[in-house]
């Protein structure tokens, strides 16, 4: 049945964007021409961002381990070297009185 109400239809468009834009996640600000129809150029800005963050975070972990190495590396000749000086000094000439 349809409606004799001008506005009826400046509602169904209304509705329309607004749940184009709530499903899509796109600011209602767009204009249409603004929002690419063009689905390749969304996936492919989609997995450039991803590739990014993943690039980003893998950076961030590589950076994290070689600091967590290094460390490990430091405390290591740190107890080779406390080794050492005890064993040298236990092998030290003992003096009997």
Known sequence: MASNNPDSSA????????????????SP??????ISEDPKTDVNAAVEELLNTISNKF?????????????MSRRLDNLEA???ANKEKDAGPSKSS
């Open 11 to 26: 509602n169904q468009s209304a509705v329309s964007s607004f749940t184009f834009h709530y499903a899509f996640g796109t």
């Open 29 to 34: 600000g767009l204009r249409t021409s603004q």
């Open 59 to 71: 950076a961030g972990v590589s950076s994290e381990i070689f600091a967590k190495m290094d460390e």
């Open 82 to 84: 406390a080794l050492l």
